[in-house]
C-alpha cells in the first residue's frame, strides 16, 4: 500500500543539539517529496522540497534533507536546534495530483 | 503580499447542521486545496480547485463539498456534520503549476456537538 511514514510521534532535543527526524515513503515510483512546520495555531510552512537533482536540499531557517532513493527516505536534519524550532514536523509526497502527509513528529526542544 | 485567509477561525456546531467554510488565497494563485487535520488521522487531503474546476479529489464521503469562484476564492461545505467531522481544515493555495509550494493558511477549527 501507498503510505508516508515518520516511525518518530515524539522527539526532544537540548537546544543546540543536532536533529534528525526521519521519513520513509513507499511508491512505486520516486515521488515529489517535502517537508512541512506547523507551530502551534498556525498552518503549515514549507521547509523544504524535493524534485530531482541533488539528492541534498536545503530549506529555510537552517534545514536541510537528504533523498536516498535505495531507502525510500527523505529524512530532515539540522546541525543545532534553536528553541524556536519547537513544532510539529511534517513529512509529505506528491505521487500525482494529491498530497499526502505523514502522521507528524512533534519535536521538543529542552533549553 | 496578503497571506491565505481563512474565515472563519472558530466555529461550533451541531450534529446534524451544515457548514460553510471559506479561503482567500493568495493573489494571483489559481489553485485552493483543501485538508481536514484531526489527532488521530493526520492531515488528510479533501479535495483541489483549479480555475473553479475540482481538479483532484480525496476519499472523502459526498457530504463534503467545495467550489471555487472567479476570483479564486474557495468554499468548503459540509452538510449533516458527525462528531467525527470535528477538526482543524486548513486551505492551501498555489499558483497552480504542478506540485508548485502551496502555502497554507491557519486553518478554521470545527467542532461539533
Known amino acids: 500500500a501507498q503510505s508516508v511514514t515518520q516511525p518518530d510521534i515524539h522527539i526532544t532535543v537540548s537546544e543546540g543539539a543536532s536533529l534528525e527526524l526521519r521519513c520513509n515513503y513507499s511508491?512505486?515510483?520516486?515521488?515529489?517529496l517535502f517537508w512541512y512546520v506547523q507551530s502551534p495555531g498556525q498552518g503549515l510552512q514549507l521547509l523544504l522540497k524535493?524534485?530531482?537533482?541533488?539528492?541534498l536540499v536545503q530549506g529555510i531557517k537552517g534545514f536541510e534533507a537528504e533523498f536516498k532513493r535505495s531507502q525510500s527516505s527523505f529524512n530532515l536534519r539540522k546541525p543545532s536546534v534553536h528553541w524556536s524550532d519547537a513544532a510539529e514536523y511534517f513529512c509529505?509526497?506528491?505521487?500525482?495530483?494529491?498530497?499526502?502527509f505523514g502522521a507528524g513528529t512533534r519535536l521538543t526542544v529542552k533549553p | 503580499k496578503a497571506g491565505v485567509t481563512q474565515t472563519p477561525r472558530y466555529l461550533i456546531k451541531t450534529r446534524g447542521q451544515q457548514v460553510t467554510l471559506s479561503c482567500s488565497p493568495i493573489?494571483?494563485?489559481?489553485?485552493v486545496s483543501w485538508y481536514q487535520q484531526t489527532p488521530g488521522q493526520g492531515l488528510q487531503f479533501l479535495f483541489e480547485?483549479?480555475?473553479?474546476?475540482?481538479?483532484n479529489k480525496g476519499n472523502f464521503p459526498g457530504r463534503f463539498s467545495g467550489r471555487q469562484f472567479s476570483n479564486s476564492r474557495s468554499e468548503m461545505n459540509v452538510s449533516t456534520l458527525e462528531l467525527g467531522d470535528s477538526a482543524l481544515y486548513l486551505c492551501?493555495?498555489?499558483?497552480?503549476?504542478?506540485?508548485?509550494?502551496?502555502?497554507f493558511g491557519p486553518g478554521t477549527r470545527l467542532t461539533v456537538l
Open positions: 492551501a493555495s498555489s499558483s497552480g503549476t504542478k506540485y508548485n509550494e502551496q502555502f
Open positions: 511508491y512505486g515510483a520516486t515521488p515529489y
Open positions: 524535493y524534485f530531482s537533482g541533488d539528492t
Open positions: 509529505a509526497v506528491a505521487p500525482r495530483d494529491d498530497m499526502r
Open positions: 493573489s494571483g494563485h489559481r489553485s
Open positions: 480547485y483549479f480555475s473553479e474546476t475540482q481538479r
